[in-house]
């Protein structure tokens, strides 16, 4: 079981060059409600050097990314083996 999301964000900066940014958000004993709450916060967090008129696109595109990461996670974790 995943108990350990790292949420990433590639920001290009002004000058052009990529920076990268992560941070891990524990998904232990968490609610989904809770963990949605945190990865919009990591999101934001990631983002917060992007370019004003980019904040708004990395946020959103980096929730995307972690929430398609916990649903991989679910799908594996409730995934039936038939051999």
Not at 23 to 47: H, N, P, Q, R
Not at 66 to 78: F, G, L
């Amino acid at each position: 079981m995943i108990r350990t999301l790292l949420i990433s964000a590639t920001i290009l900066a002004a000058a052009g060059a990529a920076q990268a940014e992560t941070i891990k958000v524990s998904l232990v004993g968490k609610t989904e409600a809770s963990v949605k709450v945190e990865i919009i916060k990591a999101s934001e967090a990631v983002c917060h050097d992007a370019p004003a008129s980019e904040y708004s696109a990395c946020v959103r595109d980096t929730y995307q990314d972690a929430m398609a990461q916990v649903a991989r996670a679910k799908a594996v974790r409730t995934a039936t083996l038939t051999f």
